[in-house]
């Protein structure tokens, strides 16, 4: 198990494979697709809110790798291997949020996925995939969410993969859906 407070070393994200994804490190020559996912309407809809301009988008990218190397885990790039095609990404983050019930001390998940790929479980296959890594990676220990309550989706990807909600709150004067996920 690893001590969520010790530093870390530039640690690559580790390559993930499920029967039909890959979650990978995000690449440099991934820029365009994932500036393409961050700026689709229905993608940001339950997240941030508004279209990610390019240089929203580079600071997400940089902070993905950031979260690697300083502690340790981050987001993975989801890969369609039959395509190959660039289906979203997923991952645990640290992201000192101001936000009650506080989620310090617990990696954070989320998931997001262009549209093309909504509704083939994808999501619910990534998010295991990372679990499995992360049970092993963190040991025994909680993990969080939150989710827009009007995101139905992604509540039940989380349901699936053995979220419960423990506190609907206030996130940035949104509505928000804190859930929970023990080892």
Not at 7 to 15: E, G, N, T, Y
Request: proline share 8%; glycine share 8%; hydrophobic share 40%.
């Amino acid at each position: 198990m690893r001590d969520l407070k010790a530093p870390v070393s530039m640690m690559p994200a580790p390559l993930l494979e499920t029967p039909r994804l890959r979650l990978r490190e995000h690449r440099l020559e991934d820029l365009e697709a994932y500036n393409a996912l961050w700026a689709d309407p229905i993608v940001v809809e339950h997240t941030v809110g508004v279209p990610q301009t390019p240089e929203d988008c580079w600071g997400r990218f940089l902070r993905t790798h950031g979260h690697w190397a300083v502690v340790g885990y981050g987001y993975w790039l989801i890969e369609e291997k039959a395509s190959g095609a660039v289906a979203g990404e997923a991952g645990f983050a640290d992201l000192h949020r101001e936000i009650t019930p506080s989620l310090d001390g617990m990696p954070e998940a989320g998931w997001i996925l262009f549209p093309s790929f909504h509704g083939k479980g994808y999501a619910t296959e990534a998010v295991q995939a990372m679990h499995e890594w992360g049970n092993k990676h963190f040991g025994p220990i909680r993990t969080c969410c939150i989710i827009s309550p009007e995101n139905g989706a992604s509540i039940r990807v989380a349901e699936k993969t053995g979220y419960r909600e423990v506190a609907q709150t206030l996130y940035k004067d949104d509505p928000a859906i804190v859930f929970h996920r023990d080892p």
